[in-house]
Protein backbone atom coordinates (compact mmCIF):
# COMPACT_ATOMS: atom_id res chain seq x y z
CA UNK A 1 0.00 0.00 0.00
CA UNK A 2 2.85 2.42 0.64
CA UNK A 3 4.43 1.56 -2.69
CA UNK A 4 1.20 2.10 -4.45
CA UNK A 5 0.83 5.57 -2.59
CA UNK A 6 4.28 6.65 -3.17
CA UNK A 7 3.50 6.07 -7.16
CA UNK A 8 0.40 7.99 -6.99
CA UNK A 9 2.12 10.90 -4.98
CA UNK A 10 5.30 10.84 -7.66
CA UNK A 11 2.44 11.01 -10.38
CA UNK A 12 1.54 14.23 -8.89
CA UNK A 13 4.75 15.88 -8.62
CA UNK A 14 5.24 15.21 -11.74
CA UNK A 15 2.15 16.44 -13.52
CA UNK A 16 2.89 19.31 -11.00
CA UNK A 17 6.17 19.93 -12.10
CA UNK A 18 5.03 20.22 -15.91
CA UNK A 19 1.93 22.56 -15.72
CA UNK A 20 2.34 24.26 -12.34
CA UNK A 21 5.60 26.15 -12.67
CA UNK A 22 6.57 28.29 -9.34
CA UNK A 23 7.69 31.96 -10.42
CA UNK A 24 11.09 33.25 -9.89
CA UNK A 25 11.22 29.72 -7.02
CA UNK A 26 12.38 30.66 -3.48
CA UNK A 27 15.31 33.38 -4.22
CA UNK A 28 13.43 35.24 -6.70
CA UNK A 29 10.36 35.88 -4.17
CA UNK A 30 12.48 36.46 -1.24
CA UNK A 31 14.81 38.68 -3.21
CA UNK A 32 11.76 41.21 -4.65
CA UNK A 33 10.35 41.06 -0.80
CA UNK A 34 13.24 41.95 0.96
CA UNK A 35 14.48 44.63 -1.44
CA UNK A 36 10.72 46.46 -1.63
CA UNK A 37 10.60 46.49 2.38
CA UNK A 38 14.37 47.79 2.33
CA UNK A 39 13.08 50.21 -0.23
CA UNK A 40 9.97 51.79 1.12
CA UNK A 41 9.85 55.67 1.93
CA UNK A 42 10.85 57.28 5.49
CA UNK A 43 6.83 58.11 5.90
CA UNK A 44 5.98 54.40 6.06
CA UNK A 45 6.22 52.74 9.47
CA UNK A 46 10.19 51.71 10.96
CA UNK A 47 8.55 48.34 11.51
CA UNK A 48 8.41 47.40 7.87
CA UNK A 49 12.04 47.90 7.66
CA UNK A 50 13.30 46.54 10.43
CA UNK A 51 15.49 43.07 9.66
CA UNK A 52 12.56 40.51 11.52
CA UNK A 53 9.54 41.60 9.57
CA UNK A 54 11.93 41.61 6.14
CA UNK A 55 12.97 37.87 7.21
CA UNK A 56 9.25 37.18 7.93
CA UNK A 57 7.38 38.71 4.79
CA UNK A 58 10.34 37.12 2.76
CA UNK A 59 9.96 33.62 3.72
CA UNK A 60 6.28 34.27 3.68
CA UNK A 61 6.60 35.42 0.07
CA UNK A 62 7.29 31.84 -0.65
CA UNK A 63 3.61 30.73 0.63
CA UNK A 64 1.36 30.84 -2.29
CA UNK A 65 3.44 28.43 -3.85
CA UNK A 66 3.89 26.23 -1.11
CA UNK A 67 -0.38 26.27 -0.88
CA UNK A 68 -0.48 23.86 -3.74
CA UNK A 69 -1.28 20.05 -4.26
CA UNK A 70 -3.14 20.65 -0.98
CA UNK A 71 -6.39 19.02 -2.73
CA UNK A 72 -10.19 20.36 -4.12
CA UNK A 73 -11.37 23.02 -3.82
CA UNK A 74 -8.07 24.37 -2.81
CA UNK A 75 -6.28 23.79 -5.36
CA UNK A 76 -8.65 25.15 -8.20
CA UNK A 77 -9.38 27.87 -6.37
CA UNK A 78 -5.78 29.38 -5.75
CA UNK A 79 -3.86 27.75 -8.51
CA UNK A 80 -5.35 29.96 -11.00
CA UNK A 81 -3.94 33.44 -9.63
CA UNK A 82 -0.60 32.47 -10.52
CA UNK A 83 -1.10 33.80 -13.99
CA UNK A 84 -2.83 35.53 -16.59
CA UNK A 85 -2.35 34.79 -19.83
CA UNK A 86 -2.72 37.41 -22.92
CA UNK A 87 -2.28 36.10 -26.70
CA UNK A 88 -0.11 37.93 -29.06
CA UNK A 89 -3.30 41.27 -28.62
CA UNK A 90 -2.71 41.76 -25.52
CA UNK A 91 -6.02 40.22 -24.79
CA UNK A 92 -7.45 38.20 -22.31
CA UNK A 93 -8.91 34.93 -23.51
CA UNK A 94 -9.76 36.77 -26.08
CA UNK A 95 -11.99 39.95 -24.77
CA UNK A 96 -10.63 42.07 -21.93
CA UNK A 97 -7.08 43.77 -22.02
CA UNK A 98 -4.70 44.67 -18.83
CA UNK A 99 -5.36 48.68 -19.49
CA UNK A 100 -9.52 48.08 -18.74
CA UNK A 101 -10.00 45.30 -16.75
CA UNK A 102 -13.28 44.80 -15.19
CA UNK A 103 -14.17 46.03 -11.78
CA UNK A 104 -14.78 42.64 -10.59
CA UNK A 105 -13.55 38.68 -10.74
CA UNK A 106 -16.82 37.75 -11.61
CA UNK A 107 -17.50 40.46 -14.63
CA UNK A 108 -13.54 39.11 -15.89
CA UNK A 109 -14.63 36.19 -15.97
CA UNK A 110 -17.90 36.82 -17.94
CA UNK A 111 -16.52 38.51 -20.44
CA UNK A 112 -14.10 36.12 -21.23
CA UNK A 113 -16.46 33.81 -21.59
CA UNK A 114 -18.67 36.16 -24.13
CA UNK A 115 -15.29 36.57 -26.10
CA UNK A 116 -15.17 32.57 -26.24
CA UNK A 117 -12.38 31.89 -23.92
CA UNK A 118 -12.13 30.05 -20.73
CA UNK A 119 -11.22 31.97 -17.40
CA UNK A 120 -9.92 29.25 -15.66
CA UNK A 121 -7.31 28.68 -18.23
CA UNK A 122 -7.16 32.74 -18.45
CA UNK A 123 -6.08 33.22 -15.25
CA UNK A 124 -6.65 35.68 -12.15
CA UNK A 125 -3.79 37.31 -11.36
CA UNK A 126 -4.54 41.21 -11.80
CA UNK A 127 -7.36 40.27 -8.81
CA UNK A 128 -5.55 38.68 -6.89
CA UNK A 129 -2.59 41.35 -6.26
CA UNK A 130 -5.36 43.80 -5.88
CA UNK A 131 -7.52 41.97 -3.02
CA UNK A 132 -3.99 40.92 -1.55
CA UNK A 133 -3.30 44.70 -1.64
CA UNK A 134 -6.67 45.90 -0.09
CA UNK A 135 -6.07 43.34 2.52
CA UNK A 136 -2.92 45.00 3.31
CA UNK A 137 -4.44 48.02 3.19
CA UNK A 138 -6.99 46.56 6.23
CA UNK A 139 -4.19 45.50 8.25
CA UNK A 140 -2.88 49.11 8.22
CA UNK A 141 -5.95 49.88 9.43
CA UNK A 142 -6.21 47.89 12.30
CA UNK A 143 -2.31 48.57 13.02
CA UNK A 144 -3.13 52.02 13.00
CA UNK A 145 -5.97 51.71 15.48
CA UNK A 146 -3.87 49.28 17.84
CA UNK A 147 -1.22 52.12 18.50
CA UNK A 148 -3.98 55.01 18.72
CA UNK A 149 -5.03 52.64 21.46
CA UNK A 150 -2.07 51.83 22.94
CA UNK A 151 -1.19 56.00 23.15
CA UNK A 152 -5.01 56.73 24.55
CA UNK A 153 -5.94 53.70 26.72
CA UNK A 154 -5.42 54.32 30.75
CA UNK A 155 -7.07 51.02 31.86
CA UNK A 156 -4.24 48.02 32.44
CA UNK A 157 -6.57 45.23 31.08
CA UNK A 158 -7.02 47.03 27.72
CA UNK A 159 -3.86 47.84 27.22
CA UNK A 160 -2.44 44.77 27.52
CA UNK A 161 -4.99 43.44 25.20
CA UNK A 162 -3.91 46.02 22.84
CA UNK A 163 -0.17 45.43 22.97
CA UNK A 164 -1.47 41.98 22.18
CA UNK A 165 -3.68 42.58 19.05
CA UNK A 166 -0.91 45.00 17.74
CA UNK A 167 1.90 41.86 18.16
CA UNK A 168 -1.07 39.44 16.08
CA UNK A 169 -1.39 42.45 13.58
CA UNK A 170 2.08 43.26 13.22
CA UNK A 171 2.45 39.03 12.73
CA UNK A 172 -0.64 39.18 9.74
CA UNK A 173 0.69 41.93 8.31
CA UNK A 174 4.07 40.26 7.56
CA UNK A 175 2.15 37.09 6.38
CA UNK A 176 0.10 39.58 3.57
CA UNK A 177 2.55 41.56 2.33
CA UNK A 178 4.50 37.99 1.68
CA UNK A 179 1.79 36.82 0.00
CA UNK A 180 0.75 40.14 -2.45
CA UNK A 181 4.83 40.04 -3.15
CA UNK A 182 4.63 36.80 -4.74
CA UNK A 183 1.52 37.47 -6.72
CA UNK A 184 3.56 40.78 -7.85
CA UNK A 185 6.92 39.20 -8.48
CA UNK A 186 5.02 36.67 -10.30
CA UNK A 187 3.88 39.26 -12.73
CA UNK A 188 7.40 40.21 -13.75
CA UNK A 189 8.03 36.47 -14.86
CA UNK A 190 7.49 36.60 -18.63
CA UNK A 191 5.44 33.77 -19.53
CA UNK A 192 2.91 34.46 -16.57
CA UNK A 193 1.34 36.68 -18.55
CA UNK A 194 1.63 35.34 -21.98
CA UNK A 195 0.03 32.21 -24.09
CA UNK A 196 3.26 31.57 -24.75
CA UNK A 197 4.67 30.16 -21.14
CA UNK A 198 5.15 26.55 -22.08
CA UNK A 199 6.99 26.83 -24.79
CA UNK A 200 6.39 29.38 -27.85
CA UNK A 201 3.35 26.59 -28.42
CA UNK A 202 1.13 25.81 -31.19
CA UNK A 203 0.56 28.43 -34.22
CA UNK A 204 2.79 30.90 -35.79
CA UNK A 205 6.28 31.28 -35.05
CA UNK A 206 8.06 32.96 -37.18
CA UNK A 207 10.91 33.55 -35.83
CA UNK A 208 11.52 30.23 -34.65
CA UNK A 209 11.02 30.66 -30.97
CA UNK A 210 11.99 27.20 -28.35
CA UNK A 211 9.17 25.33 -28.46
CA UNK A 212 10.89 23.28 -24.91
CA UNK A 213 7.77 22.80 -22.74
CA UNK A 214 8.08 24.19 -19.35
CA UNK A 215 10.02 27.58 -17.53
CA UNK A 216 10.78 26.40 -14.36
CA UNK A 217 14.85 25.95 -15.11
CA UNK A 218 14.60 29.50 -16.06
CA UNK A 219 12.64 30.39 -13.10
CA UNK A 220 13.89 28.86 -9.54
CA UNK A 221 17.75 27.07 -10.64
CA UNK A 222 18.94 30.17 -12.80
CA UNK A 223 17.57 32.86 -10.70
CA UNK A 224 19.08 31.08 -7.64
CA UNK A 225 22.66 31.15 -9.24
CA UNK A 226 22.90 34.33 -10.33
CA UNK A 227 20.59 37.02 -8.31
CA UNK A 228 21.88 39.02 -5.72
CA UNK A 229 20.01 41.94 -3.63
CA UNK A 230 22.44 44.62 -4.52
CA UNK A 231 22.05 44.22 -8.55
CA UNK A 232 18.55 43.97 -7.88
CA UNK A 233 18.63 47.19 -5.24
CA UNK A 234 20.75 49.32 -7.97
CA UNK A 235 17.83 48.56 -11.00
CA UNK A 236 14.66 49.59 -8.93
CA UNK A 237 13.01 52.70 -10.08
CA UNK A 238 12.90 55.46 -8.12
CA UNK A 239 9.52 55.57 -5.54
CA UNK A 240 6.70 57.14 -7.52
CA UNK A 241 2.43 57.64 -6.58
CA UNK A 242 1.34 54.81 -8.06
CA UNK A 243 -2.12 56.44 -7.79
CA UNK A 244 -5.69 54.20 -8.10
CA UNK A 245 -4.67 50.60 -7.22
CA UNK A 246 -6.57 49.09 -10.38
CA UNK A 247 -5.36 51.51 -12.75
CA UNK A 248 -1.80 50.93 -11.54
CA UNK A 249 -1.84 47.66 -11.20
CA UNK A 250 -3.66 47.20 -15.15
CA UNK A 251 -0.77 49.61 -16.46
CA UNK A 252 2.45 47.48 -14.55
CA UNK A 253 0.72 44.15 -16.51
CA UNK A 254 -0.13 45.17 -19.64
CA UNK A 255 3.93 46.45 -19.69
CA UNK A 256 4.93 42.93 -18.59
CA UNK A 257 2.77 41.02 -20.66
CA UNK A 258 5.32 42.00 -23.57
CA UNK A 259 8.06 40.42 -22.05
CA UNK A 260 7.55 37.00 -23.48
CA UNK A 261 9.11 38.03 -27.13
CA UNK A 262 11.94 40.11 -25.17
CA UNK A 263 12.84 36.77 -23.06
CA UNK A 264 12.22 34.20 -25.99
CA UNK A 265 14.33 36.40 -28.29
CA UNK A 266 17.07 36.47 -25.73
CA UNK A 267 16.53 32.62 -25.58
CA UNK A 268 17.11 32.05 -28.60
CA UNK A 269 20.31 34.30 -28.58
CA UNK A 270 22.08 31.80 -25.68
CA UNK A 271 21.55 34.48 -23.20
CA UNK A 272 20.42 32.06 -20.31
CA UNK A 273 23.65 30.10 -21.00
CA UNK A 274 26.03 29.88 -18.11
CA UNK A 275 28.34 33.05 -18.30
CA UNK A 276 26.31 35.40 -20.49
CA UNK A 277 25.92 38.55 -18.56
CA UNK A 278 22.90 39.65 -20.84
CA UNK A 279 20.83 37.01 -19.42
CA UNK A 280 22.05 38.00 -15.73
CA UNK A 281 21.08 41.61 -16.61
CA UNK A 282 17.56 40.77 -17.65
CA UNK A 283 16.63 38.30 -14.92
CA UNK A 284 18.22 41.38 -12.10
CA UNK A 285 15.84 43.66 -14.45
CA UNK A 286 13.09 41.92 -14.22
CA UNK A 287 12.60 41.48 -10.49
CA UNK A 288 13.73 44.96 -9.88
CA UNK A 289 10.71 45.53 -11.98
CA UNK A 290 8.33 43.80 -9.24
CA UNK A 291 10.84 45.21 -5.71
CA UNK A 292 9.77 48.59 -6.90
CA UNK A 293 5.96 48.52 -7.83
CA UNK A 294 5.84 46.03 -4.41
CA UNK A 295 7.35 49.00 -2.98
CA UNK A 296 5.15 51.44 -4.00
CA UNK A 297 2.40 49.58 -3.50
CA UNK A 298 3.08 48.99 0.09
CA UNK A 299 3.53 52.45 0.37
CA UNK A 300 0.09 53.35 -1.25
CA UNK A 301 -1.24 50.54 0.94
CA UNK A 302 -0.20 52.62 4.03
CA UNK A 303 -1.55 56.36 2.53
CA UNK A 304 -4.67 54.43 1.85
CA UNK A 305 -5.29 53.38 5.29
CA UNK A 306 -5.51 56.98 6.59
CA UNK A 307 -8.70 57.08 5.39
CA UNK A 308 -9.95 53.20 6.14
CA UNK A 309 -11.76 52.50 9.12
CA UNK A 310 -12.21 49.17 11.66
CA UNK A 311 -15.58 47.57 11.65
CA UNK A 312 -18.53 45.80 13.73
CA UNK A 313 -18.88 48.78 14.89
CA UNK A 314 -17.69 51.44 12.25
CA UNK A 315 -15.01 54.13 13.28
CA UNK A 316 -12.78 55.65 11.52
CA UNK A 317 -8.72 56.14 11.70
CA UNK A 318 -9.09 58.96 11.97
CA UNK A 319 -11.14 59.32 14.84
CA UNK A 320 -9.27 56.96 16.55
CA UNK A 321 -5.76 58.85 15.97
CA UNK A 322 -7.32 61.89 17.21
CA UNK A 323 -8.63 60.04 20.75
CA UNK A 324 -12.39 60.83 19.43
CA UNK A 325 -12.84 57.04 19.49
CA UNK A 326 -12.16 54.71 21.91
CA UNK A 327 -10.05 51.72 20.28
CA UNK A 328 -10.52 49.45 22.80
CA UNK A 329 -14.29 49.43 22.53
CA UNK A 330 -13.74 49.58 18.86
CA UNK A 331 -11.37 46.40 18.40
CA UNK A 332 -12.93 44.82 21.58
CA UNK A 333 -16.41 45.42 21.62
CA UNK A 334 -18.66 43.15 24.09
CA UNK A 335 -19.96 40.99 21.08
Known sequence: ????????????????????????????????????????????PNLLRSSEFIADASEWAREPDRWRLAGTPHDEMRDINHFAYADDDGRLGGGPVFSALPATRDAFAQAVRKAGGDPERVGYLPYAILD????????????????AGLKYARDPKALAWLEGDRRRRESQLAFDIGVLSHYVGDATQPMHLSVH??????????????????????EGPYTAGVVTAEAVRAAMAAPRDLG???????????????????????EKSGAFKPGDARGVRY???????????????????WTASATGQVNYPVVTVRDLESGKADA????????
Open 1 to 44: MKHVALQGFLAIAVTFSATQALAWGSTGHRVVTAEALRGLPSTT
Open 132 to 147: AWQQVAKDFVYWRADR
Open 197 to 218: HDGWGAGPNPDGFSLEKGHVPY
Open 244 to 266: PAALAVGAYLDTASKEARVWFTL
Open 283 to 301: TMGRLATGAAMLRDMIAGA
Open 328 to 335: YLALHPAD
